[in-house]
C-alpha cells in the first residue's frame, strides 16, 4: 500500500468504511426514485456538532484529504487558482496557458489528432495513434469554440476512414448466424494510423459501439447546425451504420465501451448509438421536409426511429447505471451529458451526475470506475512500456490483481467536463447559483491538474506513495475538454458583471 494510504489506515484501523467506496443507494434501478434537482445534500455545519455516523465520516474524509493534498504536485496554475474570478484574473490565467500552449492540439495528417501528441511515431505506447471516440471529442470542443474548419477537417478523416471500414461493416450485416460480431477484430475498427488511415495489426477491443454512436452523432451534428452539409460519398459511408446496429441489436450487445474493457452492455454506449440515429434521423427529417432527400422513404424514417426506441428502452429501464448488475457507477456516463445531450430527464442527469461526484471523485482527478486497475498504483513497475497500454480486455483479472484498495488512476479528462455540465446549466438559468459554483469548483480542480510545464495530463497515478501524471501527456481529450472549460468560464463571467 501507498505510504500516504498506509499511514492514513494505520492511524484509523477501525474506519476503513469512510474510505472503501461501499455503494450503498436509496432506491432500485427499476424504480428510479431519484432526488429531484436542486435538492442539495445539508450543508456540513447542519449537523457539524453531531457524534453520529455522518459526523464521524465526514471528519474522516477531510483528515484524508488533508493527508493527500502533500501527495501532488504543485502545478503551474495553483497560485492563480481562486474561489471567484473576475475577466482580468481570468485573462491572466489565459495568458499562462497561451504562453505555454497549454490548449494547443495540431492535427498530425487528414485532420485528425494523435491520443497524445508527445508520442514518437514508433511509441510502445500506441497514443501515436488515432482514436475515433477522443477526435470526436476533440473536434467537438473545437465546434463548440467556433473552429468549425477544423472540427469538420476531422470529421472528414474520420469518415475517409470509415470509407475503407466499410466491408466490415457489410460483413457483419450480411452474417445470417450472428456469429462474426462476437470476434471484436472482425467488427469495424476504432483506431488506426492517421497517416495512411490503415488499420494496426495488433489485436485490439474494437467491438466499442460507443465510438460509431460518437462518429455518427457529429457528422450528422454539423450536417445539421449548417456547417458541413453530407456528401453523396458521406451518405455511403454512414448509410450502413443503421443496419449495423440493427445487426448486432446495439440495444443488448455487449461491447467493451469506451474503457475498452471487458465486454457488457453498457449503457455509455448504449446511449451514444441512440444519440446518432436521432441526429441522423432529424438530417432525413429536415431534408425530406426541403424536398432534397426523395430517397428517404418512409420506411427508412420509421426504421430508425425504431432503432432509437430499442435503445431508450434499455436506457430508461436501467439508468442511472452503466451496465447493472456488473458495474453501476461510471464517469463514461457523463458522455450522456455532454457532449451528447441525449438524455430526456433532469433527475437522471443529477443523478449521474451526483453518482459520480459521491463514488468517484478523488483528491486529484476522478476515477472512471471504482477498481480500475489501469494505472494503479507503482504500474510501471508492474508492466513493461509495450504492456501498460496493450489490450487487456480478456486477461483483466490478472492486471485486477495489481490494483490495491482506493488506488486507481485519478483521471483528468472529467473535472473539465464536469465544469462544462454545470457551466452550461448556468448560461442556461443565470439565476442558477449553485450550478456557478460548481463551474468554479471543477474548472479549479481541472486547473490544478495542469503540470509545472503547462501540460493536460491523461491522469495521475500513485507512484511511490505520490500522484504523478503519466507519459500520455498532454492528452488530447484533456486539453480539449479544458479549452472549452475555460471559453464557458469566460462566457459565464459575462453574465455576472
Known sequence: MPRVLEEYARSHPNVSDAVSGVLFLPFSISSHSIPPRNRSRPAHHEWAGSDSGPQVAYNLRRSFTRRMENAFENGLLRPLIAEAYTPKSLSAIRK???????????????????????????SATGYQNVWVRDNVMVANSLFLRGDTASAAACIRGITQFFKKQLPRFREIIDDPVRVLKEDANRRPHVRFIAQNLGELSEKWPHAQNDALGHALWFRFRLANTGVLALTPEDEEVYRP??????????????DSGAWEEGRKINNSSVGAVVAGLEEMLKHHLSSKRRGKASSVKATCLDRLRYLAAKGRERLAATLPFEAPPERLVDSALLFLIYPLSVLRSCDIEDAILNLVQARLKGIVGIKRYAGDSYFCQDYDEWFSASQMSSDFSERLDYRDAFLQPNCEAQWCIFDPVLSVVYGQRFLADPADAASFRKQIHYF??????????????????????????????????????????????EKSLELTR
Open 241 to 254: 451504420f443503421p443496419d449495423y446496429f440493427d445487426a448486432i441489436e446495439y440495444w443488448q450487445d455487449r
Open 96 to 122: 499562462v496557458l497561451e504562453s505555454r500552449q497549454t490548449h494547443e492540439i495540431s492535427p498530425i495528417a487528414h485532420g485528425l489528432f494523435a491520443a497524445s501528441p508527445s508520442q514518437s511515431p514508433d
Open 444 to 489: 479549479n480542480r481541472s486547473l490544478a491538474q495542469v503540470t509545472a510545464k503547462g501540460l493536460c495530463p491523461e491522469l495521475y497515478f500513485l507512484k511511490e506513495g505520490r500522484y504523478v501524471p503519466n507519459a500520455h501527456t498532454p492528452l488530447a481529450w484533456t486539453q480539449a475538454n479544458q479549452a472549452l472549460a475555460f471559453y464557458l468560464m
